[in-house]
């Protein structure tokens, strides 16, 4: 008898075929419907024109919209094939079986759709631009608006990346080359999201990486609903149980996800609850949020009735029609959120803009005082969740260790909560506000995140705590959370970017780079320039310290004498890059600085050299710290080595080890010397 986790449906293969025609064609037909009904409910299908003014047709009032829904959902069931292959369907000895493979290349063709939608996209939205009709738009345009213009620039990324994920999509095979392809894919979704209207709203962090995630999410959720149900409706579909159970619980993480997203998204685009019944843009918000509510409705019941009997062919039918209908209200929420993007949101009439309000997001603080340090905050949206997960997770893995009787030391707690609380505090507090304005007050925040806050996460040994806490795979030869970490610490990776050479570098000299070209200037002009200087102060901080005093396990093993020389060095280079920006006869990044003035500042020069002597200063603090540290574990581990040399001597009988090694290996010299000696003598 054939297990339950392997259960076959016994729908026939030409029943099988009819129900996915069925879903397929009532989810397009939901997803048009939608599209029109919301265009021409909000306006957009038909807007007033006047004379005089161009207008690019109908043909592109109609087609962006359809050329966008074409393209969301193309992505959703690219990525959501992929995540079907390498993470809901068990893997065998590490590897996808025959149909992961042919969910991989099945991927491929979905991309290559998702390529030509967000093509078709590109010409569209460039028609709409210029306000001329498609056929009038000719190739140099379309060239110069998809290298030039960041709006074509994002499209043209997904394009290449879509493409990407065709071509290597028929080749793939390995888990971890599929992983890779599925990073490409969901990478691919968030140019368009990055460089649209969000960037440009009043609220830059809430925009940006709300739309951002949300796209992200409901990809996932979308795609990967679609494609379980196509697995689970096929007559060959192979563990079909494990598959929902996953993806049940995969779903409820992203329902959050989109739950989250969805409410930063309007946040940042809502000035008033009343805008959400009186305007056409809120009232399309209030839809989608309908349809959301439904489809959170479906996934309880999915969890509640369906998911405890998929093994049983009463519970498979279940999911079948739960999930049948969740795949049509999707459609169709993803056609309202194509004709959302074609809908003006209601204007910022609350506050007057100026230049530094365009740049930041936000309006001039007051002058800096430690009462504004400590009390404007301001939410970014992505360090409020990464703070939020890496907290949570540390937790659950902590909680779970001590509910098992297994212990983990309370230092190693404290020190991860301390930095997660010192990263919140230089982000979202009033450091990080003022990092907008002054200088001084950005190095600050420098020097936290890439030397407080790595050592403190450092110490507190995340990976030793996810190896200790998370169950191993329930299949042989199948991976989980659990072997997915240690095939990336084992991966190669890894191993670079953990090598003295890389890490080292990285650390070190980046800061030149950053600070001493006209790159500082350009990323501060951005909220994801900002975005990515602090993400990569954090890691390169990390990966410096966690080869220095890391107590997790690494993928190799530098001796604590290079440790001391590599911190060394570092503690020089760095005092040497504050001691430059003081010395400094020009402001740096005036790039930036030059846009706009600090009423209440006197002298820009003079708190560039407050800057500098942060980091010349406070820099070294750490520094000498790590050092210590660095010293006492040294002294540490010769003790544990000395141990190990007593105890192994102890057993063996002999009261020196290391004595008795020296003799053998003299011995062995002295026996290669007389076999020498007898080989002459024979000649």
Do not use: C, H
């Given at each position: 008898m054939a297990s339950p986790d392997i259960q076959r449906p016994r729908t026939d293969g030409h029943g099988a075929g009819e129900a996915v025609v069925l879903v397929a064609a009532a989810a397009a037909a939901a997803c048009l419907i939608a599209l029109i009904l919301a265009m021409l409910l909000g306006g957009a299908g038909y807007p007033q024109i006047s004379p005089g003014l161009p207008d690019p047709g109908a043909l592109t009032r109609w087609g962006l919209p359809v050329a966008r829904a074409a393209m969301d959902v193309s992505a959703a069931l690219t990525v959501g094939l992929l995540v079907l292959a390498v993470f809901l369907l068990p893997l065998h000895q590490g590897t996808p079986g025959e149909q992961a493979r042919s969910y991989v290349r099945a991927a491929s063709w979905a991309a290559l759709v998702w390529a030509a939608a967000a093509g078709a996209a590109l010409v569209f939205q460039l028609s709409?631009?210029?306000?001329?009709?498609?056929?009038?738009?000719?190739?140099?345009e379309i060239t110069s608006y998809a290298s030039s213009v960041p709006q074509g620039i994002g499209l043209t990324l997904t394009v290449l990346a879509a493409l990407g994920v065709a071509l290597i999509g028929r080749t793939t095979t390995g888990a971890a080359a599929t992983v890779g392809l599925t990073a490409l894919a969901l990478v691919g979704l968030l140019p368009p999201a990055l460089t649209g209207h969000a960037s440009s709203s009043g609220s830059h962090e809430m925009a940006i990486v709300g739309l951002s995630l949300h796209v992200l999410t409901v990809s996932v959720w979308v795609g990967g609903l679609a494609a379980l149900t196509f697995h689970a409706l096929r007559g060959t579909g192979e563990h079909v149980p494990t598959a929902v159970r996953r993806f049940s619980?995969?779903?409820?993480?992203?329902?959050?996800?989109?739950?989250?997203?969805?409410?930063?998204?309007?946040?940042?685009?809502?000035?008033?609850?009343?805008?959400?019944?009186?305007?056409?843009?809120?009232?399309?918000?209030?839809?989608?949020?309908?349809?959301?509510l439904a489809l959170g409705v479906l996934g309880w019941a999915h969890r509640a009735h369906a998911v405890p009997r998929i093994a049983e062919e009463p519970g498979r039918r279940l999911f079948l029609r739960f999930a049948g209908v969740e795949i049509v209200l999707m459609a169709a929420a993803m056609g309202l959120a194509a004709a959302l993007?074609?809908?003006?949101?209601?204007?910022?009439?609350?506050?007057?803009?100026?230049?530094?309000?365009?740049?930041?997001?936000?309006?001039?603080?007051?002058?800096?005082?430690?009462?504004?340090?400590?009390?404007?905050w301001r939410p970014d949206l992505f360090f409020i969740l990464v703070i939020g997960v890496l907290a949570g997770l540390y937790t659950a893995g902590v909680v779970r260790l001590l509910r098992r009787g297994d212990t983990w030391p309370r230092g190693r707690t404290v020190a991860w909560l301390a930095g997660l609380l010192a990263l919140a505090g230089a982000l979202l507090s009033g450091v990080g506000t003022y990092s907008y304005v002054l200088f001084s007050v950005h190095m600050v925040q420098h020097m936290v995140l890439s030397m407080l806050v790595p050592i403190l996460l450092v110490l507190g040994a995340p990976v030793t705590l996810a190896l200790r806490a998370l169950r191993p795979a329930h299949r042989r030869g199948d991976r989980g959370p659990r072997e997915w970490l240690n095939a990336f610490l084992h991966s190669r990776y890894s191993r670079l970017v953990t090598h003295p050479g890389f890490a080292t570098p990285v650390f070190v000299f980046s800061v030149y780079v950053l600070y001493f070209t006209p790159l500082f200037g350009t990323l501060m002009q951005d909220h994801l320039g900002h975005m990515f200087m602090n993400v990569h102060?954090?890691?390169?901080?990390?990966l410096f310290y966690w080869i220095m005093i890391g107590?997790?396990?690494?993928?190799?093993?530098?001796?604590?004498?290079?440790?001391?020389?590599?911190l060394l060095v570092a503690m020089g280079f760095h005092a040497f890059f504050g001691i430059v920006i003081m010395m400094q006869s020009a402001p740096l990044g005036m790039e930036y600085y030059g846009q706009f003035e600090v009423p209440w500042l006197d002298d820009l020069a003079e708190d560039q050299y407050a800057g500098g002597g942060v980091a010349w200063a406070v820099g070294e603090i750490p520094t000498l710290l790590v050092l210590i540290a660095l010293v006492v574990q040294w002294s540490r581990d010769e003790e544990r080595a000395e141990r190990r040399r007593e105890r192994h001597s102890r057993r063996d009988g002999s009261e020196d080890a290391d004595l008795d090694a020296y003799n053998a290996y003299l011995a062995s010299l002295e026996r290669r010397a007389k076999k020498r000696e007898e080989r002459e003598e024979r000649l």
């Open positions: 709409d631009i210029l306000g001329r009709p498609v056929t009038e738009v000719v190739g140099n619980t995969m779903a409820l993480w992203v329902w959050i996800g989109v739950a989250l997203s969805g409410a930063a998204s309007a946040a940042s685009r809502l000035y008033t609850v009343g805008e959400l019944f009186t305007t056409a843009y809120g009232q399309l918000m209030l839809a989608k949020t309908a349809a959301f993007s074609r809908t003006a949101p209601p204007p910022d009439l609350t506050e007057a803009t100026d230049a530094f309000r365009n740049l930041a997001g936000f309006a001039m603080p007051p002058p800096m005082s430690p009462q504004t340090l400590l009390t404007l102060f954090l890691l390169a901080g990390f107590v997790d396990p690494a993928p190799r093993k530098v001796p604590f004498l290079l440790r001391i020389v590599l």
